[in-house]
């Protein structure tokens, strides 16, 4: 019976197999077809790829503008404990905030009033000293004595803060063995940072200084001071504080500390090394609540120290009238 029904269906099936054959309209669409099935079959892997690599050129390209508009490299923020989180407050976080409110005593405020001549002389002498002030990165292993560590220190804590929180803790290191440590912590991190992290704008930015991720200083200076934010206070109930603008507050507190230095004669150099306030934190045995903000080799300059013949602006460029 199928045989008969083929039988019967063949002559239908051929007439439109001739009919194909014979109609170049007919014949052109199929081949077309085939064509269009078979460039398919071939191109949509290549396709496939050639839109990843755009994709992937794209995104390349976005990292690049970002990192060319960005001085420091592409990271905006590069290291964690440089942010200040004073305001990331706390009622979701582990552990019992206070909100600690006290009656401040007030008492007369007492101060000498000079003659506006002796005003001027005091400020043109001020001046004078702090325009003396340097970036010096060759410094004497000459002791100082530490006492006016201690009390150039000791200044630095009259800075106002937030809510008078005094978010800060000064780690004074001497011990040769300490800072060598620190030193090796610094040295792994910086040329991390100089190879991966800065963006090579910030890297030809420091070359004009001469300085690298090489830190003899850390080892040579008599006193390493790091600076330490308090991002909330701990107090002896083991409860939380909130300290208002800890960071803010903590830079305040360096600019003194810097003025200070300057006033007895001593040099510094300011700073910063990204990535190492977790490091340097464990190896100083500081709480989970303190973030690293800045570190400072203190001493006298060597005596064949060199600085950058550098100009600083003029009033006129940073002093606007109202």
Not at 52 to 69: D, I, N
Not at 73 to 85: A, K, Y
Not at 101 to 124: G, I, T
Not at 238 to 249: A, L, P, T
Request: aromatic share 6%; net charge neutral.
């Amino acid at each position: 019976m199928k045989r008969e029904a083929d039988e019967r269906n063949w002559p239908a099936a051929a007439d439109r197999s001739i009919s194909i054959a014979t109609n170049p309209s007919a014949r052109k669409t199929r081949v077309n077809a085939a064509v269009v099935i078979l460039a398919m079959a071939i191109f949509t892997p290549v396709l496939v790829l050639v839109l990843c690599l755009v994709l992937g050129y794209v995104a390349v390209r976005s990292q690049r503008s970002k990192t060319a508009g960005d001085p420091r490299g592409g990271q905006s923020r590069p290291d964690e404990d440089l942010q200040d989180d004073s305001e990331a407050k706390t009622k979701d976080e582990e552990g019992e905030w206070v909100d600690k409110h006290e009656d401040v005593p007030y008492v007369p405020y007492l101060s000498e009033r000079h003659p506006e001549e002796e005003m001027l002389c005091r400020a043109q002498r001020f001046y004078t000293l702090m325009n003396q002030r340097r970036t010096v990165r060759f410094i004497s292993p000459e002791p100082v004595p530490r006492e006016v560590i201690d009390n150039v220190i000791h200044t630095a804590g009259t800075a106002p803060s937030g809510a008078h929180t005094e978010p800060w803790t000064f780690v004074v290191v001497s011990d040769p063995e300490v800072k060598h440590r620190v030193r090796l912590i610094v040295e792994e991190e910086e040329e991390i940072n100089y190879r991966q992290r800065m963006g090579d704008k910030w890297v030809k930015d420091l070359a004009n200084f001469r300085t690298n991720w090489i830190k003899e200083y850390l080892d040579v200076a008599p006193y390493l001071i790091l600076i330490f934010k308090q991002t909330y206070g701990i107090l002896p109930d083991n409860k939380k504080r909130v300290h208002y603008y800890n960071e803010i507050s903590l830079s305040i507190a360096c600019g003194i500390l810097l003025a200070a230095l300057q006033n007895v004669g001593l040099v510094t150099v300011t700073s910063t090394p990204l990535n190492c306030g977790p490091k340097l934190r464990l190896l100083l045995k500081r709480p989970v609540n303190e973030k690293l903000l800045m570190l400072l080799p203190v001493g006298y300059p060597a005596k064949d120290a060199t600085v950058p013949d550098l100009k600083r602006k003029p009033l006129h460029d940073i002093l606007v009238q109202i």
